[in-house]
Structures are given as C-alpha cells and as structure tokens.
C-alpha cells in the first residue's frame, strides 16, 4: 500500500506478492515528481486508483528543492532524489536547445527528466513513467506537438503516461498492454486550473506551491547571469550556486565579483567557501566574493571600488580586507560611481 515498506526502491520478494495483491496491476511506474501541484495529483491520483508509484526529484542547480521537500513532506510523500546537475548543465551547452522566453530549455528539459527516469526504471523495477503534464497548459513544452517531441527526445516516447490528460494522447505501451486501465486516465486540457483544484480537494492535498516561481530559469535576472557565465566558461558547480545569491558585476573575462544583498544571503555565500572574501574593515556592510582570476590590479581596484559603492553609510574612501585560503590582506579603496556599476552589475533592473 502506498506508504508502506513496499515502496522501498528494492522490493523483497514478500513484497512483490503483496502488492499483487494489493494493487491494481503488478506494474510499477516511476512519477516525475517537482513539488507542484500537477505532479502532486498525479502522484495521489494514481495511487488512489490503484498503481504502484515512486515519486522521483531531479536536482538542478535551478530549482530550490526546500518547495518540493515541503510539499512532499506536508502529502506524505517519499521521494526518491537524483542529483542531475551535471547532465542538465551539459544539456544546457548544446547549441541544438531550444530556449523559452529565457534561459529555460523546457523542452529538452523535460526529455532529459524522462530519460534520467527512464535510465533508472530497471533499478527500481518499474516499467513505465508518468507526468503531471498537462495539454496545452504551457505555451512552450505542454502543446501536444511538444510533447510527442519530448517524448521522442528522452527515447522513452512509448512508456510515457500523462494521467491528467491521457485520455487526449495516443495511446502508449502501458495502456495498449493493460499495465494502466485507460478508464483510469483524465482528459484534463488548457490553461484553467478549475479541474486541478476540485481533484486536488478530492485527493485531500494541501500545502502545494503556487505554479509560478520554481524554476530560476524562468527568471530574467537569473538568466541573465547564467548567460554571462555559459560565455566565459564558467558553469562549475561552485559557480553555478552563487548564481543564486546577490548582485553580480562582470569586471574581466575571468574575474566577477558578487555582493551579498541582506545578512541571510551573506551566510549562505560565506558557507559557499567560495574562495576569497571581501570584507569592510571596522564598519558593517555586506559580504563579497571574488570568483576566477581577479588579480590584474586594475581589476582587483574596480572590484574594491564597486563592492564599497554597497556601503552607502561610508565615506567615499575606505579600508577593506580580502581574505584567501586564510590570509587576509587590507586594501585602500574609493567609491565607484553610479555609471560604473551600470556597466559592470549583470542585472537588468
Ligand atoms: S520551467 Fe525549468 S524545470 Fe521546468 S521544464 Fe522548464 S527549464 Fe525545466
């Protein structure tokens, strides 16, 4: 039963037999699992209905995991979680992509997923994968067109269900072969979420996020900076983490500096051991950190310059100390002005 020790990803054979007994079918299905309420539905709903599901969270650099912790935790949900960071971000360098409205690859993003989850059906011993997609509820990677493109790209076309819409979609291996009763499946399309929210009432969940907000892909500023780092070549993990955090200013093709906005991002950065520190010395004020080569002088200047400009309090010339590995050393520094940090801050507002 759903929440028993059956749904250990590695099932004793006592357990085979009693899921034949207690569920619906004997075959299993890997659920795409992101924290929102789609991927929510289709999880209680197939359980609901009958099928053995694992829920499965692919980590990105891109998308905070605490929502989808959250919400599994608050429906009671175990999730299974694969780290995927380095294959989405070798996904993300491949000039074939097909990018949204900004850096958000929805479209490939999507069949890399299903070919993660399709790579660990046999692993986990299931046999199929399900979705919360939805027809024609996204513009760019839910159109019917997009998703027999996504189906083809993953190379798991022919075991993908979509629950919430199937009843719409071509018919795949599961339900040709009775591993999933088609009366089973939803014809849930378009844009509305009315139908999502009386299911969502009906299978008791609570607590789902709202739909906008999850990925940073979707976020200009985010993307902006992503784009400047895919130019120079940069994507390392470390790198890729203080994307997330503060204001970012390109100084040299190998130098960038990156300025923590409010004390919560200032610990998070400092916990990042990113390398070197800047620090006021004697006065309070944020954090900031130097990422790759900074040591042209004129740039290691324009850094010191442009992180002061954050001390608004200051006077227009000031100390600060750099700490590497350890050792710090104190600098003397002035003010950037306001054009210099326009041209040099990677942000559009
Ligand atoms: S919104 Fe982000 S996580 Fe979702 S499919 Fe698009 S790129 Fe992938």
């Not at 709903?45 to 009958?50: A, V």
Request: glycine content about 6%; hydrophobic content about 40%; some cysteine.
């Amino acid at each position: 039963m759903p929440g028993s020790k059956c749904l250990d990803r590695y099932l004793p054979a006592k357990c085979l037999v009693q899921m034949m007994m207690n569920y619906k079918s004997q075959y299993a299905a890997i659920a795409l699992f992101s924290g929102g309420l789609d991927s929510l539905l289709v999880i209680k709903w197939m359980q609901k209905s009958g099928y053995i599901v694992y829920p499965v969270y692919f980590l990105t650099p891109y998308m905070p995991i605490e929502r989808a912790l959250e919400s599994a935790a608050a429906n009671n949900i175990d999730l299974i979680v694969r780290d995927i960071s380095k294959e989405h971000m070798e996904m993300m360098q491949d000039p074939q992509i097909v990018f949204g409205k900004h850096m958000n690859p929805c479209i490939d993003c999507h069949a890399l997923m299903f070919k993660m989850a399709g790579d660990m059906l046999e692993e986990l011993g299931a046999h199929y994968l399900v979705s919360g997609e939805v027809v024609g509820q996204r513009p760019m990677s839910q159109r019917k067109d997009a998703m027999n493109r996504v189906g083809k790209l993953s190379g798991y076309r022919d075991l993908l269900v979509r629950p919430l819409s199937q009843k719409l979609l071509r018919d795949t291996k599961p339900i040709l072969e009775n591993w999933v009763d088609k009366a089973d499946m939803l014809d849930i399309s378009g844009r509305g979420r009315y139908r999502q929210l009386a299911l969502a009432q009906e299978l008791g969940i609570k607590n789902f996020p709202a739909p906008a907000g999850g990925c940073l892909l979707t976020d200009r500023n985010y993307s902006l900076r992503l784009k400047d780092l895919m130019q120079h070549k940069q994507t390392d993990l470390l790198n890729m983490e203080l994307l997330k955090y503060g204001r970012h200013f390109r100084l040299s093709h190998s130098c960038k500096l990156i300025i923590g906005r409010d004390e919560s991002e200032n610990r998070k950065m400092e916990d990042l051991h990113a390398g070197t520190y800047v620090k006021a010395l004697d006065i309070a004020g944020p954090l900031g950190i130097l990422s790759g080569k900074c040591d042209d002088p004129d740039v290691h200047k324009l850094a010191l310059d442009i992180f002061w400009y954050y001390h608004p309090k200051a006077p227009a010339e000031g100390k600060t100390v750099i700490t590497t590995d350890g050792d710090s050393a104190e600098h003397n520094c002035f003010k950037a002005d306001l054009e210099t940090i326009k041209k040099h801050r990677l942000s559009f507002d």
